[in-house]
């Protein structure tokens, strides 16, 4: 993981609309006056490459923000992977449920986040728990390419489900005996949650705990139980948002005491467990397979941008120096999404880009960011496009205040961003990469 030094970034707006070439500023861009003798600069050169991106820290957890699980199958981008290790915890110490103790069921809970999914809405997924063997620890910062150890034998597993963060579910609530003697069953609706039924074996393993030193106490349960691999089958195709800390993300224990029935007892995640997103990626036979393998630069035509750390790309804006008689007013580069390219994967809503130092090899700075937005062409045709604005961090490169740098792009805050992106290059016959330039002639 390459070290991201925090600096804040500084930029200046000012409206602005490209031209296709170097020509005076008309008054419908910019008020008369703003700029004295400027003009637009479009000829600035650029070798882009698409690179496989580093891990990124994926723990401790953040409150409000969503753990990743399913899996991606694109022609563009390959297969992706999103698994989830967790920790669960005893609600209270010391926990002794008594004797003649009998195991109805243990069932996993995870409860979505939002009412969306990201790519095939529909499309069926599995998923498959296994015990950790390797501790995982609360507070250490672990990054999206560390897996834990596990036991190969699963705990249980749910083939072929449907993720369906927007619909309730329907629980058995308990049976009630009338008057005449007879059972009947009452059912309530609990929001949206994965249920994943787990092995008789297990549950009694944990029931059996009931008493002794392994549930006196947080510590002491941990050591017994390290905690859970919850690992997403990779031929899916959707990938839904998990809350780890919602109401429902735990394990439940349903049991019996002697006559007494419909007991139950939880063990929940949250803010007191360690947990963590692993994600996997594999681009053999993809379009951005081909082009990580092309000689570089490879995103001269085609560029590929994913999440999860997934896939960034690199911006080398060449020959900066030639513009050091030139103050910089505004400068923007401007991307534009391929169309037809993301009916079925929801684009990102921001981009971000970061200085990167080729000497130290680090990212120390980031630039500034850009929001998805539309603009629709005099044909009438709508485009989604991201306009990044870094005017001064412009001028520091023609300056020669920014050396032994390039420009590298990625998706905001990737770790619960699985979104891909396909854009064109500087040299796309349709929908090239621009940057452009508001100038003032030094005098």
Request: glycine residues 6%; hydrophobic residues 40%.
């Amino acid at each position: 993981m390459k070290k991201l030094l925090p600096v804040l970034a500084a930029w200046a707006v000012f409206c602005f609309q490209a031209c296709t070439e170097t020509t005076s500023i008309g008054g419908d861009l910019i008020d008369d006056g703003a700029f004295p003798d400027s003009f637009v600069i479009d000829t600035v050169q650029m070798e882009v490459n698409t690179f496989t991106a580093d891990s990124i820290q994926t723990a401790p957890p953040l409150s409000g923000v969503p753990y990743l699980l399913g899996a991606i199958n694109d022609n563009a981008c390959g297969a992706a992977a999103m698994h989830v290790f967790t920790q669960i915890v005893p609600q209270t110490n010391n926990i002794n449920l008594g004797d003649s103790l009998q195991l109805d069921s243990v069932v996993l809970q995870l409860d979505y986040a939002g009412t969306t999914l990201y790519g095939q809405a529909g499309a069926p997924a599995s998923v498959t728990v296994y015990e950790l063997t390797e501790p995982i620890t609360p507070g250490i910062v672990y990054y999206s390419n560390k897996k834990f150890a596990c036991n190969q034998v699963p705990l249980g597993y749910i083939a072929n489900t449907i993720f369906t963060p927007a619909d309730s579910v329907t629980l058995f609530n308990k049976v009630e005996t009338d008057q005449n003697g007879a059972d009947s069953l009452t059912y309530f609706k609990a929001p949206p949650h994965l249920r994943i039924k787990l092995s008789h074996d297990f549950g009694n393993r944990l029931l059996a705990q009931s008493g002794t030193i392994n549930l006196a106490d947080k510590n002491s349960f941990q050591q017994f139980f390290k905690g859970f691999y919850i690992a997403a089958a990779s031929n899916g195709n959707t990938v839904a948002y998990i809350d780890m800390f919602g109401t429902y993300s735990r394990l439940t224990l349903y049991y019996r005491q002697g006559s007494e029935k419909n007991r139950s007892l939880s063990f929940p995640m949250g803010a007191l467990s360690a947990m963590t997103n692993y994600f996997t990626h594999n681009y053999t036979g993809s379009d951005a397979g081909s082009a990580l393998s092309a000689i570089e630069p490879n995103g001269q035509e085609t560029v590929y941008l994913q999440g999860a750390a997934g896939l960034g790309f690199s911006v080398n804006l060449l020959n900066m120096e030639a513009y050091r008689d030139f103050a910089v007013n505004k400068a923007e580069l401007e991307f534009t999404v391929l169309p037809n390219t993301y009916e079925l994967y929801k684009l990102p809503t921001t981009l971000e880009i970061m200085s990167f130092d080729t000497i130290l090899n680090v990212r120390n700075r980031i630039i500034t960011s850009a929001v998805l937005e539309e603009e629709t062409t005099s044909d009438g045709q709508v485009l989604s496009k991201y306009k990044f604005v870094f005017s001064f961090y412009t001028q520091q490169k023609i300056n020669g205040d920014v050396v032994n740098a390039i420009e590298q792009v990625f998706l905001d805050f990737q770790r619960s961003n699985p979104n891909r992106i396909i854009l064109g290059g500087p040299q796309h016959p349709q929908y090239p990469m621009k940057m452009s330039m508001v100038c003032t002639k030094l005098q």
